[in-house]
C-alpha cells in the first residue's frame, strides 16, 4: 500500500462528502488511519457509504470507514467511564419512550 497515495484518498473523499476540514491522528497500527472530522462520524460514514455506492471506484485504497464517537485508553477504568457516559446519553434520548416491535409494525408508545 502507498500510504501517501492512501492519505490523499481519504483527504479527497472526506472533502467530496463535505469534510473540508480533517486531523489525522497518530495510530500504532499499520495501514489505519484515525482521522477527527468537524461533524458527526455516523453521518459521515452514511455520507461515505453513498459516494461508494455511486462510485466505488473512488475507494482505491480505503475498505472500512468505520466512525467512532469517543477515544480513550484501553484500560478498564477508562472503557467503563466511556460507556456509563455513552449510556447516559442513550437514557436520555429514549427518555419518556418505551418502544415494541411485533410482527412488521413498531409502536411507540408514552411512559409516564
Known amino acids: 500500500m502507498n500510504y501517501g497515495e492512501a492519505r490523499a484518498e481519504v483527504v479527497n473523499i472526506l472533502k467530496e462528502v463535505g469534510e473540508h476540514k480533517q486531523e489525522f491522528l497518530y495510530s500504532d497500527v499499520r495501514g489505519l488511519f484515525q482521522v477527527r472530522v468537524d461533524t458527526n462520524p455516523k453521518d459521515v460514514t452514511k455520507r461515505l457509504d453513498a459516494l461508494c455506492r455511486t462510485d466505488p471506484s473512488k475507494f482505491w485504497y480505503t475498505y472500512h470507514w468505520i466512525p467512532v464517537e469517543k477515544w ?18 442513550l437514557s436520555q434520548m429514549n427518555a419518556g419512550e418505551c418502544e415494541s416491535t411485533k410482527g412488521s409494525t413498531k409502536n411507540t408508545t408514552p411512559m409516564n
Do not use: A, D, F
Open 72 to 89: 480513550c485508553p484501553s484500560t478498564i477504568k477508562e472503557m467503563s467511564e466511556i460507556v456509563k457516559e455513552l449510556r447516559r446519553g
